[in-house]
């Protein structure tokens, strides 16, 4: 399973890191940087959450 981030879309509400800490987190920027874009079942659910609370929808699991 993979984390999917359409960075022009990403506006930095940094709603998906408090879903997900263990997978992203925001830079000193503002930016979001993905600290694994593959993923086990172990962490499915957090990338689903991710996924679900971004407002702009940057965010999709392939």
Do not use: N, S, T, W
């Amino acid at each position: 399973m993979r984390i999917v981030l359409d960075r022009p879309r990403c506006e930095g509400h940094g709603l998906c890191e408090e879903a997900a800490p263990e997978l992203m987190h925001l830079d000193d920027d503002g930016e979001l940087v993905l600290d694994r874009e593959e993923v086990g079942e172990a962490d499915a659910a957090l990338a689903g959450a991710a996924v679900r609370v971004c407002p702009v929808a940057a965010l999709r699991i392939a």
